[in-house]
């Protein structure tokens, strides 16, 4: 009899470990070397924690499309990286997506700090676990800015001051900053959110925070770049063929001395510079009286689980593997940023994968402060809305409180749409 107790004990104990391999999903975007990393790394915490991973992996191009249709189908992968603005589509109530803090006997949460695990959460509920957290930030070329003689800008004043230095100094073709396009609507974005203090459109009423004329002194500012020879004007960057900064020879050669870029992209953008040139992170820019610093923060992505997968625990060993053990961190890399995670930071940081200027750069975006930012404001009705009135405006074919009223028109459009 206690031989026959012991055997079924031995088979219950059996049975109850098979149970906790499980065959998963994992669905996500990017490019070759974020697939090949990937991968890897799934083969490798797949095999640590004992379960299968099948791989679904796309570019970026459709790949919104797809995960709205299987998420509307209940069909998605237990694990799928999603861009932190869909968030808001796939679980506005928190209750889309698994709450990831029902699985932090499992995922080490204490990796991210309250601010990022705010960014995961809808209504409470953490939907998404931010893979690196990124902002913009300005960045100078030192080189250029000691050969016209000044220091690098602080103020708002400070760069307005130094289009004219640079045009007598160096010649009609250098100028300190550029802002074209949607850099042009941002940078719109940060003044007129310094200014007033309140973000563009306010993420816990879903409406506009700005007033017509705050919008049109936010517009007017643009326009004062411009007049001050600190930016090309909009018509001679389209005159110019609209090259993209990092292919363009004048930014190569520091003719080009500024930019406002997402820190995640230093590499990207320091990488063309000729020998010789040293670019510089500095604080944002500051203006008289301003309300905030205005910083635009969000979580480049996150990983979520999904609600409908019946393995909910093997998922979370899975992420918790891919973001926090070392195994799993080593085979990811930096093919997502700089880690929101201070356990994958460290390990990376002390393994030379990252550069100490990331980790500078992404210490500013975190420190910083500045009102939280509505998903809407990644969306391309919304980005639309700004960027195509601010071209008109630029172009002279409307004045500024004309292209205010579209913008807010067009946004509040955009609103209503993502209501209903």
């Not at 990331?358 to 960027?387: C, K, L, T, W, Y």
Request: net charge negative.
């Amino acid at each position: 009899m206690k031989r026959n107790l012991l055997a079924i004990a031995l088979a219950t104990t059996a049975l109850s470990g098979a149970a906790q391999a499980a065959e998963l999903r994992m669905s996500w975007w990017g490019g070759d070397s974020r697939h090949a990393a990937t991968q890897e790394a799934l083969k490798i915490c797949g095999a640590k924690h004992g379960h299968t991973i099948k791989p679904e992996f796309t570019g970026w191009s459709g790949h919104y499309e797809k995960l709205t249709t299987q998420i509307a189908g209940g069909t998605e992968a237990d694990i799928m990286q999603v861009n932190w603005p869909w968030l808001s589509i796939y679980s506005a109530d928190g209750t889309g997506l698994a709450d990831l803090h029902e699985l932090s006997d499992t995922i080490d949460l204490s990796n991210w700090d309250a601010d990022q695990i705010e960014a995961g959460s809808m209504k409470g509920k953490l939907n998404g676990l931010p893979i690196s957290t990124t902002g913009r930030l300005f960045v100078f070329n030192k080189t250029t800015f000691e050969k016209a003689g000044l220091e690098l800008p602080t103020t708002w004043d400070d760069l307005l001051a130094a289009g004219p230095v640079f045009q007598e100094k160096l010649g009609d073709d250098y100028y300190p900053f550029e802002a074209a396009k949607l850099d042009a609507a941002l940078i719109m974005t940060l003044y007129g959110t310094q200014a007033t203090g309140k973000p563009l459109i306010d993420p816990e009423t879903n409406k506009l925070a700005w007033t017509k004329d705050e919008l049109i002194n936010a517009i007017e500012f643009y326009q004062k770049l411009v007049d001050n020879h600190v930016i090309m004007s909009w018509k001679d960057v389209a005159a110019a063929g609209n090259v993209r900064l990092h292919e363009n020879p004048n930014w190569s050669n520091g003719k080009i001395a500024g930019t406002y870029q997402w820190d995640s992209t230093y590499f990207k953008i320091s990488d063309p510079l000729a020998d010789g040139q040293e670019l510089v992170y500095t604080d944002l820019l500051s203006q008289d009286g301003q309300k905030t610093p205005g910083i635009y923060r969000k979580a480049s992505m996150v990983f979520s689980i999904s609600a409908n997968s019946p393995n909910k625990e093997a998922a979370a060993q899975v992420v918790n593997c891919l973001l926090n053990e070392s195994e799993g961190v080593a085979a990811l890399g930096s093919t997502r940023g700089v880690p929101a995670s201070m356990a994958a930071r460290t390990q990376l940081l002390d393994a030379g994968a990252i550069k100490q200027i990331q980790i500078d750069a992404q210490a500013r975006v975190i420190n910083a402060e500045g009102p939280a930012i509505h998903p809407m404001m990644e969306f391309p009705d919304v980005r639309s809305a700004m960027q195509d009135n601010l071209e008109l405006f630029a172009y002279g074919e409307v004045d500024a409180a004309t292209a205010a009223d579209e913008m807010i028109y067009a946004i509040e459009e955009a609103l209503e749409d993502i209501a209903s």
